[in-house]
């Protein structure tokens, strides 16, 4: 993933937050955006289903909270039902990279957006969010998530928890079906479905009141045509990631 790469999705979300807006009518101590930004590195498979790894560039943000006048998104109470938009990244693949790929289609970065519903306890949190994908991917995925939240200290945020993905039949057909043309795969037609079950773990440390440092550790099994697909066959149906992000806040009044 290059840095050009990682741009691209970056200016997506701001532009999305941006058409957000709304009237430049309302009364500016009315109006708010909280939300962070962060970045780092990932050792993770250098495409879904590959059993080689590299280490990129990686991106995160979340919003937590969008305010105008009387209409607010997100704040308050950290417990509770929360809803929120949700972003994606999958960066680009190109056949010619890897060997058992090549006659493959090449696929492009997708950026992906859509929501995010969470509830949260003191001590744990459920979450479901759907996205859509844009450029690359035009399918459509879905995220599922419990997590036991610990917390050690004041600044220590450690979650751990199952996870489920899921994703449709065009998001399988672009990254694990393979056409006849394939040289060293043979064809092969997927269906979306569940893709995949692992387990996350993450820690978070606050720094300042507006830095953090987090890292985390995941894993995922593909499954059903997701596994079965000789693009997994060719590599591997387990698949880790690991990441540590550096994370600024911003609160802008406006």
Same mark, same amino acid.
């Given at each position: 993933? #290059?840095?050009?790469?990682?741009?691209?999705?970056?200016?997506?979300?701001?532009?999305?937050?941006?058409? %957000?807006?709304?009237?430049?009518?309302?009364?500016?101590?009315?109006?708010?955006?909280?939300?962070?930004?962060?970045?780092?590195?990932?050792?993770?498979?250098?495409?879904?289903?590959?059993?080689?790894? &590299?280490? #990129?560039?990686?991106?995160?943000?979340?919003?937590?909270?969008?305010?105008?006048? &009387?209409?607010?998104?997100?704040?308050?109470?950290?417990?509770?039902?929360?809803?929120?938009?949700?972003?994606?990244?999958?960066?680009?693949?190109?056949?010619?990279?890897?060997?058992?790929?090549?006659?493959?289609?090449?696929?492009? !970065?997708?950026?992906? =957006?859509?929501?995010?519903?969470?509830?949260?306890? /003191?001590?744990?949190?459920?979450?479901?969010?759907?996205?859509?994908?844009? +450029?690359?991917?035009?399918?459509?995925?879905?995220?599922?998530?419990? /997590?036991?939240?610990?917390?050690?200290?004041?600044?220590?945020?450690?979650?751990?928890?199952?996870?489920?993905?899921? %994703? +449709?039949?065009?998001?399988?057909?672009?990254?694990?079906?393979?056409?006849?043309?394939?040289? +060293?795969?043979?064809?092969?037609?997927?269906?979306?479905?569940?893709?995949?079950?692992?387990?996350?773990?993450?820690?978070?440390?606050?720094?300042?009141?507006?830095?953090?440092?987090?890292?985390?550790?995941?894993?995922?099994?593909?499954? +059903?045509?997701?596994?079965?697909?000789?693009? #997994?066959?060719?590599?591997?149906?387990?698949? =880790?990631?690991?990441?540590?992000?550096?994370?600024?806040?911003?609160? !802008?009044?406006?």
């Amino acid at each position: 993933m #290059t840095g050009r790469d990682i741009r691209r999705p970056l200016l997506a979300a701001l532009a999305a937050t941006t058409l %957000a807006a709304g009237p430049a009518t309302l009364a500016a101590q009315d109006r708010h955006l909280a939300f962070e930004l962060g970045g780092g590195l990932a050792y993770a498979p250098a495409y879904e289903g590959s059993d080689e790894y &590299s280490s #990129t560039p990686s991106f995160q943000g979340s919003l937590q909270s969008l305010g105008f006048g &009387s209409m607010a998104l997100g704040g308050g109470d950290a417990t509770g039902f929360g809803i929120a938009p949700s972003f994606g990244y999958v960066g680009a693949r190109d056949s010619s990279d890897y060997d058992e790929l090549k006659g493959m289609d090449d696929v492009d !970065w997708t950026v992906e =957006v859509g929501l995010k519903a969470k509830y949260t306890w /003191d001590s744990a949190e459920v979450s479901a969010a759907v996205r859509k994908g844009f +450029n690359g991917h035009e399918g459509v995925v879905a995220d599922l998530a419990a /997590d036991a939240i610990l917390r050690p200290d004041a600044r220590t945020t450690i979650r751990v928890g199952p996870r489920l993905s899921l %994703a +449709n039949d065009e998001y399988a057909d672009t990254y694990f079906s393979v056409p006849a043309a394939a040289r +060293n795969l043979s064809a092969y037609s997927a269906e979306g479905g569940l893709k995949s079950v692992g387990a996350e773990i993450s820690a978070r440390r606050e720094l300042t009141d507006i830095w953090s440092i987090e890292g985390s550790l995941g894993y995922e099994r593909l499954t +059903n045509d997701f596994e079965d697909s000789p693009v #997994t066959r060719a590599g591997s149906r387990d698949q =880790v990631r690991v990441g540590v992000s550096l994370i600024r806040q911003f609160d !802008w009044r406006f």
